[in-house]
């Protein structure tokens, strides 16, 4: 495989008993990397670049969706060297239930070499050619997303490209030495208009940490008091009082998910402990039309947790699941909003 001037900085491949130095170094370089970040001013070579903006650029995963440009995670663009097998994977709603999560040391490993490789990738837009190596060392020469990472630098349109956030969530592994690596970052540049969100799901070879491709699955603004989609609160919890509270209301959602789908076969009322206001009526009329017969998952992880200063809590989930509608199973993310322990709502 053929790379790019950084080809003598190729990582060893550890063993597992290694994993744990191996992430440690990544974390480090991470820091590094957002310390870097900060200090950075576009250089004469980035300002240049802008010059060379083309009419239909296209986008990475990191813009907004715009009608008017290809996005680098656009659904409809190949995106890798082989861009049938990428487009194969990543096309499917389903993957969550169709791969198994990834092992702990593993989950840890890519988790950081794509958060690494994002950090990378935003040097590279602010900064050209200063940090061209680094963020190469990810991306295989000649191939799509290769070509897309140049063309997107010379454009100019991730001008003053700021990371605020990157958190890569869940590792599934394909099974033929590729991994999906689900992703959340914020951010912002040229062309976002104020801070930016986005989901985005990754396609890495397990052996040469090249990115083979991307999709994003979601874009949104974040609100000057930290919202998304002007509800989502961005509170962290990183102490042991906060991760309990967390995973009590983690524990609802998903005690919740599973009584809807026996109220939706059978019509078991338990799924009503969890809800309050309005949900009870929808969930009635639902029950009623027959859409959701023959309810079943196929499985959810808690995205995260979060809560305003009104204590309204806001849980992602990312489920796949079938009923007599849904045309074999489906996958989507959704966010419950609670108040006082009890589910009030729901945006899809």
């Known amino acids: 495989m053929v790379l790019t001037a950084c080809s003598n900085e190729e990582p060893e491949v550890t063993t597992e008993s290694e994993d744990s130095e191996e992430v440690a170094r990544l974390k480090e370089e991470n820091e590094e990397l957002k310390r870097q970040q900060k200090d950075q001013e576009n250089d004469a070579e980035h300002e240049g670049s ?10 990475n995963q990191d813009t907004a969706k715009r009608s008017d ?36 040391a593993d989950t840890e490993r890519y988790s950081m070499l794509v958060e690494e490789y994002i950090y990378r990738l935003a040097g590279y837009y602010k900064s050209g050619q200063r940090h061209a190596k680094d963020v190469f060392f990810y991306l295989e020469e000649g191939s799509t997303p290769y070509n897309t990472v140049i063309e997107n630098q010379k454009s100019g349109n991730f001008a003053n490209y700021e990371i605020e956030e990157v958190v890569a969530y869940q590792v599934f592994d394909i099974g033929d030495g590729n991994v ?10 040229a062309n976002t208009n104020g801070v930016q969100g986005s989901d985005v799901t990754y396609i890495m070879n397990k052996d040469s940490y090249k990115v083979l491709g991307w999709i994003e699955t979601d874009t949104y603004d974040i609100s000057e008091d930290g919202h998304k989609h002007g509800t989502y609160g961005l509170t962290s919890y990183g102490d042991e009082q906060g991760d309990s ?14 009584a809807l789908a026996s109220y939706y076969n ?83």
Not at 50 to 59: G, V
Not at 78 to 104: C, H, R, W
């Open 245 to 258: 509270f967390a995973n009590q209301m983690s524990t609802i959602v998903q005690e919740y998910i599973v």
């Open 266 to 348: 059978n019509g078991e009322e338990t799924v009503f402990n969890y809800t309050d206001g309005s949900v009870e009526n929808t969930l009635k009329n639902n029950y009623k039309n027959g859409n959701f017969n023959n309810y079943e998952n196929h499985g959810m992880t808690i995205l995260s947790v979060s809560s305003t200063m009104d204590d309204d809590v806001f849980v992602d989930v990312e489920r796949a699941y079938s009923h007599a509608t849904s045309d074999g199973i489906k996958s989507s993310k959704i966010q419950y909003h609670l108040v006082n322990e009890k589910i009030v709502g729901w945006t899809e």
């Open 180 to 189: 999906i690596v689900d992703t959340y970052r914020t951010y912002t540049h």
């Open 50 to 59: 802008k010059e060379s903006t083309k009419d239909q650029d296209i986008d």
């Open 69 to 104: 440009e290809k996005q680098e995670t656009s659904s409809n663009t190949s995106l890798a060297s082989n861009d049938n097998y990428v487009n194969e994977i990543l096309s499917q709603p389903d993957y969550m239930s169709k791969y198994s999560q990834a092992n702990t």
